[in-house]
């Protein structure tokens, strides 16, 4: 029963797999409004998980859910399955872009200029050091003094500051570690590495399956393994350089491939 059950759950994975494939080369053929709603419909469960990763920080989850679904819009647009990246892997930096810019947009009310916003915040962060080592409120010019700004600079950048919505730069948020909490700064502040680094890790394995057994385990214990190329050679019991050889032909085939992706 199990195995039955298992092998039905694979089929349907399967089955599912090759419609999406089969919507996704229709939409990218005659661009139709009815097939990209369900591909919408297929892939909204990748909106849903990131909207919840980014909720309560400030802004309502609906609003998020919201800029998350445009995000996987988008993604479906631009995504081309010839390349033969999995749409999620593609999709979900596409949408936490959209996610992070909304968040960087929702703070000013009114669009300031950069300085003044760079400026604020490190007036804000002057307070609070000030504060603690006077032992009162900072003036004017004890935050200038602190920050080597004029105090008409300092003034300015208060002023629009006004402007500036309740969800601050500096406001922090709870999070699952208990001695850490998020800063918003740091939550718009640039892209999580493990996202960035998605379509490598796919271009990697699409490609490593062109190669041969040897050419996988060289390329793995050189580049993973951080082996030496004598070492390769006497666990392979070849020659250093045949080794060598092989290695830069799989260079060359990952060069090769990246250049047609990147077509």
């Keep these: 029963m199990t195995n039955k ?9 399967l089955k599912d797999k090759a419609e999406i494939k ?3 080369k229709s939409y990218n053929e005659n661009r139709d409004k009815a097939t990209r709603d369900k591909l919408i419909e297929k892939h909204i469960y990748i909106a849903e998980i990131l909207s919840k990763k980014y909720a309560n920080r400030g802004i309502e989850y609906d609003d998020i859910y919201q800029v998350a679904c445009i995000g996987l819009i988008y993604a479906i647009d631009r995504y081309d399955i010839d390349k033969g990246y999995e749409f999620s892997s593609f999709a979900t930096p596409t949408i936490i872009g959209e996610i992070k810019k909304y968040f960087r947009d929702k703070g000013w009310t009114i669009r300031v200029p950069r300085r003044i916003q760079e400026l604020s915040k490190k ?3 002057a307070k609070v050091f000030l504060s603690q080592q006077l032992q009162r409120s900072p003036t004017i010019e004890d935050i200038a003094n602190y920050l080597n700004y004029s105090e008409e600079e300092i003034l300015e950048a208060m002023e629009a500051s006004k402007v500036y919505t309740p969800q601050s730069l500096d406001i922090t948020y709870d999070s699952n570690n208990e001695d850490k909490d998020v800063n918003l700064a740091d939550l718009i502040g640039e892209e999580d590495q493990y996202f960035s680094r998605i379509e490598d890790n796919d271009f990697l394995v699409k490609t490593m399956e062109k190669l041969n057994d040897v050419e996988k385990q060289i390329l793995i214990e050189r580049y ?3 082996k030496t190329q004598v070492a390769i050679a006497k666990t392979l019991d070849i020659s250093q350089m045949t080794v060598s050889r092989i290695e830069k ?8 491939e990246l250049e047609r992706t990147l077509v």
């Excluded at 059950?5 to 994975?13: A, L, V």
């Excluded at 032909?249 to 090769?256: A, E, M, P, S, T």
């Design 22 to 24: 089969s919507l996704f």
């Design 249 to 256: 032909k799989v260079l060359d085939k990952l060069r090769k």
């Design 224 to 226: 993973f393994n951080k």
């Design 123 to 125: 007036i804000n962060n």
């Design 5 to 13: 059950g298992t092998e039905g759950k694979e089929n349907r994975e």
